[in-house]
């Protein structure tokens, strides 16, 4: 696992991997999965000591190909940010991304057969919780002998591992980064997921969640609840600026107008196309009701104060000023949290048009406070000369 | 030269909560962290300031003082200090307010208007004084209160603030003791100790 020193390459490729775990997961739900596997990709290399690794966790729908450029030529999700030379500095630290399982990229969920009857799980697959994700990710970190992480880094439904791993397990990670994130949803947040679902189960190719029995997909209801997200995630002004009233086909001074197709409907729908053909529509489901679930106080009487005073390490918030799914308020209550519980913790709220998306993309700012942040953790941690 | 760090430290107490508001690059929290082992946050809107700060390692909580403080809660703090930044808020007595409901005692530095020098720029040039302590030109400058010390303690009284201590720093003139004698004339800086 070689790296070059650049901040424009990118990290190194082709090191996907899989691992099976035959120690059952004792699932929030009460289910035992007797087994289960993780698909993941790692950058760079983990020192003698063991203290330079970072877990990356994914969102909705990411996977662990976070960077570099894979064998079928995609640009890792969050390649902006980890790499050589890069925020997430892939020459100082080891990095691990993980697919987490009810997902569909190679980690154990609905499209994995059942063991006990051998067909795929489906509609049958248990209800995940953010904390299943994260005792699976324990049995990763073991896997790879690693003691405890430098930090654990994620966006939206990424930070909300970052929080439940430094409140549930304390002593495994010296650094939680949570960005464009929340302690629970609101309302509308859990609307619009319902909205999303609702609009896959009304797909007839749906079958109840058993669709690969009946050997179809229901990406008509997939590719909606895909548009309807993606939306959200984007701002008012963002779209403007990206699409205007700019017309992909048609005129509009013609007489046939019923003909015409706008930018911004022709990328929308190119984007619902585009996720329905690689998303299962389960998982969809799965996830989307992981992050309604979500609530790190639950356990503590809805005192955040309580359940960040479990934590052992430090923080790192970030938000953005124009994400109306996970608003700099939701993040601010984390940081008051925090500060009121006596814990170390410093919030940047990035000026961004971008929406929730802005996480995910090219940011100075964003990109100056993380790589700050992280160059103070190496120094710190195992003495690297930044 | 007596040094505001010098002045704060001394009414700081070892391990305590400090909050200070306007940190810029952190100087001030960092030599706290390092003589007196305080648990600090420092509030700032400059983004390079924030950045040196995370560099440094330091706890730096985006967010505009002129937006308010209800986010802190009553004594949560031992000390809340804000150093050279009162007078480039829009409303320099209800933060005050705000940081005494959050500390148990405030530290409070500000530009002393009635130094000599910034009498002498507005009083014989007829200009707008630009010092070190006030270094910006009058219409491009983060300063948009100007006040003497004498100013500061007849709001002090008015909000029933208790002023347990205070200090001038006059520069060159500290060595002659002007500052202590005539501060409002030879003090540029002054640094306050209030309580409720």
Redesign the interface.
Known sequence: MSTKSSSTVSANIGSEQSVLFRRPLQLACGTVLEEHSLTFETYGQLNDAGTNAILICHALSGDHHAAGTNKDNVVGWWDSYIGPGKPIDTDVFFVVCPNNIGSCFGSTGPASPAPATGNVWGAEFPVLEVSDWVKSQTYLMEHLLIDCWAAIIGGSLGGMQAMYWAVNYPKKLKHAVVIASSLKLSAQNIAFNEVARRAIQSDPNFHQGNFIEHQTRPTQGLALARMIGHLTYLSDHALGRKFGRLVHSGDLDSAEKELVEFEVSSYLNYQGDKFARRFDANSYILITKMLDYFDLGANFENNIKDAFKQAACKF?VISFSSDWRFSPDCS?LI??AL??A?K??????IESDQGHDAFLLPNK?YE??LQ??L??IAK?LFKVAV | MTDINSIIEAWVEKSSRVLDLGCGDGQVLESLIASHQVHGYGLEINSESINHCISRGLNVIEQDLNEGLGNFADNSFDSVLMTQTLQTLRFPHLALDEMLRIGRQCIVTFPNFGHWRTRGDLGFRGRMPVTKQLAYQWYDTPNIHFFTYKDFEVLCAERNINVVNRVFIGGITNDFGLDAIWPNLFAHTAVYNLSK
Not at chain 1, 344 to 349: F, G, N, Q
């Open positions: 790192l601010k940081v008051d500060i009121a006596d170390d913790v410093s919030y940047l709220e700012r100056q406070g700050g942040y160059k103070h710190t």
